[in-house]
């Protein structure tokens, strides 16, 4: 379980916090999404609770622990897909996962065997030798996302983790996503993609000026907005004030 | 051990499929040090082989004129002239030649010179034998030498003294022939008195010998000096692909990720330091292997490794570690590649100048000479200088070896605490 208790982050020199008094539980084996207009805190919440970043106060614990005490057995626990691709271009896709791999301590054989099974499952066996300044968007983030999973965490942060990709792409990288969820995986997912948001998770909190507006199923969210017909109406309705549902 | 390894092995990748930072790394050292000493080598071969052009206008047309022509028309020092364009030159013309840098120097015999020095010598021998010299007036002459503005002024002061000697030696024969001459004047005919000649052999002479304990000759030459001062250059300019490495990473988004890894930055941090360092050493034994074998080829000097290999191992490990540390300290105070490449080598041409790469810390005014004190490439060059010129051992270079290892510890605590305060935000 992922707990954040009256957590709080404001910058130097910046005026207003950036994410204000959150308390926020998620349970495992959960899909949730954060989900937000840009400069609501999405970014700065998930870098707090990957332990990036210092809450200025409050709290933070995933499955019992916290980051001050536990850093490295958390960052053991945890795995991040950041929305930028952070994979080296010189690299070659199967070099990129073999570095990774090995940081997080994943035993030479086995991470072999798993960088051969992810690079199948996502087709990407042919490009594996080729470097990734050679990749498309979509082989990039594939890349990207299989470096994230590697050492096979309990805990997945996804930032847009489909951002500029088309639509073939997409749709594989979220069923891989779903089937690690369905193994016990929970996934913590950020975007601006709301009808991907409204497929994909289980469980969603609409974040605003870095305090939560809303929290629920998706389902729920948008049943209880009776003008809105999807989550990305719910979302604009309650984000923007001046919203009116077509 | 493995995480170190895996990360060792990524930092080499990346630096072998990093084409320009290879050539800034290997191939930019070498011409450097091949133009350099080639140019210092040959410029100074071709004054030695060519002699300095110089352009003499005679006015006096006698004894020291005539002699002083005739000593610099055998000179190896000089190239002797005293024509311009198949004419004899005038005063006026030698000036407006030196001027135009057609001559690097440029020496005029005032007319009546000879006849100076012998009036003054008469008037001593008059004095000397009780005459009334009173009346006697003796006007003074002076040769001129006029130099070329743009020659350096440490160069102009070795060949002018040089030349000074040379004319004041003239001088002097001439001197004590007219002597003897006034002399002679006072001796009765009948008498036979053999008159001394002024020999060329003289009897208090000057030997150069190099305090070096290196055993054979040691000529110190532009190999000899070139090679340690451009190979630290070159080994610190290793700064510019460890920067350029450090701050890809953040800016292609390596270093997020690497904070969510369960591997200290440290770690991140000595896998490129042990890489960046095995480099410089390969850089280190490539510059050496120029000045033992390729420049030999060229008809310089071959380098000369004084009598510490390990020694040598030592400086060479502490200058890497020197300059890999001062390569993470600017990676890590850098916001951007732009940034960090300019403040690098910035820093590292200040640093040099400072430190005596360009011109020798012992030429410069004591203020300089202080702050190049400072300077960890003089540090380095004052151990390499001290193997390779004065023969030092192993235990001679640990103070400099030490400085610079204080000064890689130094930049690594600077490093990780900078890192550190970024990171936590």
Redesign the interface.
């Known amino acids: 379980m992922i707990e954040l208790i009256n957590v709080s982050k404001k ?1 130097v020199d910046a005026e207003k916090p950036a994410v204000n008094e959150l308390n926020l539980s998620i349970n495992d084996k959960e899909i949730f999404g954060l989900l937000g207009p840009n400069g609501a805190g999405k970014t700065t919440t998930i870098s707090m609770l ?5 809450p200025t106060s409050g709290s933070i614990s995933l499955n019992g622990l916290n980051f001050k005490d536990n850093l ?1 057995e958390l ?2 626990l ?1 795995g ?1 897909v ?1 929305q ?8 070659t896709g199967k ?1 990129n996962l ?3 791999g ?4 994943v035993p ?1 054989v086995i991470l072999a065997n798993r960088i051969t099974s992810w690079l199948k499952k996502f087709e990407m066996e042919k490009s594996a030798n080729k ?1 990734v300044s050679s990749y498309s968007g979509g082989m990039k983030r594939r890349i990207n996302l299989i ?1 994230g999973i590697l050492h096979q965490p309990e805990i997945l942060f996804l930032d847009e983790p489909t951002v500029g990709v088309d639509v073939q792409s997409r749709s594989d990288i979220m069923h891989h996503l779903k089937a690690l969820n369905t193994d016990g995986m929970t996934i913590i997912y950020s975007s601006h993609h709301m009808e991907e948001a409204e497929h994909f998770c289980s469980d969603v909190a609409i974040i605003n000026t870095g305090e939560i507006i809303a929290r629920g199923n998706p389902v729920e969210l948008i049943q209880n907005q009776s003008d809105c017909r999807n989550l990305e109406e719910v979302f604009l309705k309650l984000t923007k004030p001046n919203f009116h549902s077509k | 051990m ?2 170190l390894s ?2 060792m ?2 930092e080499f ?2 630096l072998i ?2 084409k320009i930072g290879l050539a800034i790394l290997f191939v930019m050292p070498m011409v450097l040090i091949f133009v350099m000493t080639l140019i210092q080598d040959t410029a100074f071969r071709t004054l030695n082989e060519e002699g300095i052009p110089l352009l003499v206008v005679n006015e006096d047309q006698d004894s020291l004129g005539f002699r002083i022509e005739n000593g610099l028309k055998t000179s190896d020092l000089v190239a002797y002239h005293n024509e311009i364009n198949g004419k004899k030159a005038t005063r006026d013309e030698l000036y407006e030649a030196v001027k135009k840098g057609k001559f690097l120097i440029g020496i005029v015999i005032p007319k009546g010179t000879t006849k100076t020095i012998q009036e003054e010598v008469k008037r001593l021998v008059d004095e000397s034998l009780g005459e009334d010299v009173s009346n006697v007036q003796v006007t003074s002459t002076e040769i001129e030498m006029v130099i070329d503005p743009i020659a350096s002024k440490s160069f102009v002061t070795s060949v002018t003294s040089q030349l000074r000697e040379f004319i004041s030696t003239v001088k002097t024969r001439i001197m004590f022939e007219t002597f003897n001459a006034q002399i002679a004047e006072f001796i009765p005919d009948d008498l036979e008195v053999k008159q001394s000649e002024y020999s060329n052999k003289q009897a208090v002479t000057y030997k150069e010998v190099y305090a070096s304990e290196i055993s054979g000759e040691l000529k110190p030459n532009a190999v000899q000096h070139n090679i340690p001062a451009w190979t630290i250059f070159a080994m610190f300019f290793i700064v510019l692909p460890l920067v350029s490495s450090i701050m890809k990473e953040k800016e ?3 270093v ?8 200290s930055y440290f770690l991140q941090i000595n896998a490129k330091l042990i890489v960046f360092i095995v480099i410089c050493l390969i850089q280190f034994c490539l510059m050496l292997l120029i000045g033992l074998v390729f420049l030999p080829m060229l008809g310089l000097p071959v380098l000369q490794l004084g009598n510490s290999y390990i020694g040598i191992l030592i400086m060479a490990l502490g200058c890497a570690m020197a300059a890999t540390g001062f390569g993470v300290l600017v990676g890590s105070l850098a916001a951007t590649l732009q940034q960090g490449a300019v403040l690098g080598s910035l820093l590292i041409l200040v640093f040099s100048a400072i430190g005596g790469i360009w011109v020798p810390a012992y030429v410069m005014p004591s203020i300089m000479r202080t702050i190049s004190e400072l300077s960890p490439l003089k540090w380095a060059m004052d151990g390499f200088y001290g193997l390779f010129l004065r023969g030092e051992g192993f235990v001679d270079i640990l103070p400099h070896f030490f400085k610079l290892a204080l000064f890689f510890a130094v930049c690594l605590a600077i490093a990780v605490r900078v890192q550190s305060k970024k ?3």
Request: proline content about 5%; charged content about 25%; some cysteine.
């Open positions: 910058y990957c332990g990036l970043v210092q490295t960052k053991q945890i991040v950041p930028d691709i952070a994979l080296y271009p010189t690299l070099e073999e570095f990774y090995a940081m997080y301590g030479k470097r470096a | 493995r995480k895996a990360a092995r990524k990748l990346l499929r990093d292609e988004g390596s997020f990720r690497f904070h969510t890894i369960p591997a990171r936590i935000g």
